[in-house]
Structures are given as C-alpha cells and as structure tokens.
C-alpha cells in the first residue's frame, strides 16, 4: 500500500480555517486520495475523496497540488464538533483493492 | 436511512472462548468490511466480503474468521480468545465497486473485552 504521512496532531480556533496537509510521494497514477475522520467514540467518517482535482462537498474542500504528492483536507470554518482524528488514505483503482490503511492520522483540537 | 448496526456494542469474554460480532450494512450495500481497532496498532483491516465471498483478507490469523449472508448481512468469529484481542471491532459498509469512487459507511463498533 502506498503510504502517506500527516501531522500527529494540530490546533486550531473555532470558526477558523484549518489546513490539514497530507503527503504521499510515492502515490501512483491509478490511486485516490480519501479522507476519513473519527470522532471520540465513533465510528470512522467518510469526508471526501479525489483524483487529480480539486473537490468541494458540504463538509469540506480537498486541495491536491498538481504533481499529486500531497493534499490538503480544507475545513472551512472549524466547529468543536470538528474535533477529530482525521485520516488520509490512498486508494488503489486499478485491482479494486477495498482494503483502507488508516495510518496514525492528524488529531484536530478546537479551541473554543 | 438506517446506518450501520453492529451489535452488540459491548461484550466481555475469557480467555480460550469463542465470539462472534454481528453487522448489518446499509440497506443496497453489498460490500462488509472488518476493521480491529486498538491502542497499539490503531485501525487494522481484517477482511472484507462482497456477494457472500472473501474479496480481500488482512494479516490476521486464522482465529479470525468471517462470513457474509445473501442479505448482505456478516457475521464475524474469532476463536480461542487471547486478551490481546480486546479491541474495538469495525464494521463498514459500500456499495462495492472496484473503482474507488465511494466512501464506507462504519458502524459505532464493538468493543470486546477479553479477561
């Protein structure tokens, strides 16, 4: 599995901006980067997911810079709800692989 | 529309016994997948079935053993408990396409105690 590195951990403001980068330099042509989160007590949490592009959802923006070795999870305005552990994950396309690296993850606190 | 259920949510076993964990995905989801989740080794992926078959097996050993009903429903056995296994088990839901164009709806979990 191609792997990424994130940040263990990261603060940020209520109601602020919060960049949550993510590198993976050894990711392949066919690979998607996914994104997942997990709340205290929960559950892991679908966010977003991309290819080449930039993507929005209601949740949250991902950013990948053009050469693909690394994304950014953009959380636009940060809520204590967003207070998580947030993982990036590569996804093969080719094989179907459905298996998810999880990683250690970026863990989110949010100052209120 | 209903989520993920596993049941139960808690369950406390002993050495040497057996125990199997219930999920029922989302209803058109035809792909489970089984994650252990622990302190020490964070979220591991332990197997994933679609159509009633193993698509795709973790490093685990062979006490951890899964199946997948026509209803989609799975179950998953481990036998001969060790405590180390005392984990938050993981159970996630999709459609099931080879393209990974799809995100995996999880469960709350259970959390298996092992005395």
């Known amino acids: 599995d191609a792997k990424t590195t994130q940040p263990n951990s990261m603060e940020s403001n209520e109601e602020e901006p919060v960049h949550l980068p993510c590198n993976h330099s050894?990711?392949?042509?066919?690979?998607?980067i996914h994104w997942y989160r997990q709340l205290p007590s929960q559950g892991p949490e679908y966010v977003i997911h991309?290819?080449?592009s930039n993507v929005n959802n209601r949740m949250a923006s991902l950013a990948i810079a053009e050469d693909r070795k690394s994304s950014t999870l953009i959380l636009h305005r940060a809520t204590l709800r967003d207070a998580a552990v947030y993982y990036c994950i590569l996804r093969e396309g080719l094989t179907g692989a459905n298996n998810l690296f999880f990683g250690t993850g970026t863990r989110l606190t949010v100052i209120p | 529309k209903a989520g993920v259920t596993q049941t139960p949510r808690y369950l406390i076993k002993t050495r040497g016994q057996q125990v199997t964990l219930s999920c029922s995905p989302i209803s058109g989801h035809r792909s489970v997948s089984w994650y252990q989740q622990t302190p020490g080794q964070g979220l591991q992926f332990l197997f994933e079935?679609?159509?009633?078959?193993?698509?795709n097996k973790g490093n685990f050993p062979g006490r951890f053993s899964g199946r997948q009903f026509s209803n989609s429903r799975s179950e998953m056995n481990v036998s001969t408990l060790e405590l180390g296994d005392s984990a938050l088990y993981l159970c996630?839901?999709?459609?099931?396409?080879?393209?990974?164009?799809?995100?995996?709806?999880f469960g709350s979990g259970t959390r298996l105690t092992v005395v």
């Open positions: 079935y679609f159509s009633e078959t193993q698509r």
């Open positions: 050894t990711i392949s042509g066919t690979d998607y």
């Open positions: 991309g290819l080449t």
């Open positions: 996630a839901s999709s459609l099931g396409g080879r393209t990974p164009t799809y995100g995996y709806t």
